[in-house]
């Protein structure tokens, strides 16, 4: 009977416990880490669309900077980037984390993306697919090449046709007649 009556308050204390000092702790790195806190909580649902539009708008709210998604800024997910947050890559629509992964692992490795071209020479052979880069470009994923949006909507299919025949023919050991005139092997692709 003791244990019984015990049991009726002594199991809500010990979870009160429990949550405040949580509670404690969240707090504490609400205030002297925010933007860290933050992107801790953006990272958790960067599943759930809506929950990461009202943390960014929280963030905006704030007056912290979001900085938009970057092929050579952006990490995988939300970082903490001087005084803002960048906006991490696996939170855009339709893209994947190992296809993330690869192509920042061969951005560390091989240094920063110099051109939309030498991004599709690099990663092209990485199992890109066209709705992945559309869904890049159409994030503003590669603005800081200074591309209009349009203009390589209307060209990423050809190239990634390009890079996958390329890579086909090294594979067989073939060779064609337009890759030969072709001898630095740079994508022949006009964006201007």
Do not use: W
């Amino acid at each position: 009977d003791e244990m019984a009556g015990f049991a009726k308050y002594a199991f809500n204390k010990s979870h009160a416990a429990a949550y405040a000092a949580l509670s404690y702790q969240t707090a504490y790195l609400k205030k002297y880490y925010p933007n860290e806190f933050l992107c801790s909580i953006l990272n958790n649902r960067v599943n759930n669309i809506e929950e990461v539009t009202k943390y960014l708008l929280y963030l905006k709210s704030r007056n912290v900077p979001v900085y938009p998604p970057d092929i050579n800024m952006s990490k995988p997910y939300f970082s903490c980037e001087g005084k803002g947050v960048r906006f991490g890559l696996v939170a855009l629509r339709n893209v994947g984390l190992s296809n993330i992964n690869a192509i920042v692992d061969e951005r560390n490795e091989n240094g920063k993306f110099a051109s939309f071209e030498d991004f599709i020479m690099r990663c092209g052979g990485m199992g890109l697919n066209k709705r992945l880069v559309e869904n890049m470009i159409l994030a503003g994923v590669f603005d800081s090449f200074g591309i209009a949006r349009a203009r390589l909507l209307s060209i990423y299919e050809s190239a990634l046709d390009t890079v996958t025949r390329r890579m086909r023919s090294q594979i067989t050991g073939q060779t064609d007649l337009f890759s030969m005139d072709n001898e630095g092997g740079e994508l022949a692709l006009s964006i201007e």
